[in-house]
């Protein structure tokens, strides 16, 4: 299966759109990237049903927020999530990021980088 159609199947679960504030359900166009501006970063993830529960995206937020420091020399990585998504959240908290507010539902975490 390529890329392309991978990713259609996985984003199209409506269990996904539910939790996933940036896929629309039906998801009929891949749409993915990393955009930053001015050392900002927004981290944004999903992982397909069947690999939820196994530490696959603990341990790829977790190269994301590395990578995005140390080589992107991002100041800042920030993540949101719908505040009952639990799974996610730990998954944000797991990485080292550290809650920065929450508005109408939407729970918002970051990282800065250490200023030593």
Do not use: T
């Amino acid at each position: 299966m390529d890329d392309i159609s991978s990713l259609l199947k996985y984003a199209g679960n409506i269990k996904i759109a539910e939790n996933v504030l940036s896929i629309a359900h039906p998801y009929n166009e891949p749409d993915a990237a990393f955009l930053h501006s001015n050392n900002v970063a927004q981290l944004a993830y999903w992982l397909g049903e069947p690999f939820w529960n196994k530490g696959i995206a603990s341990e790829a937020v977790g190269a994301v927020i590395k990578y995005g420091m140390e080589s992107l020399q991002m100041s800042s990585i920030f993540a949101e999530c719908c505040e009952d998504n639990r799974s996610s959240e730990k998954v944000i908290i797991k990485s080292g990021m550290e809650l920065a507010g929450s508005n109408r539902g939407v729970v918002q975490y970051q990282v800065k980088k250490q200023v030593l």
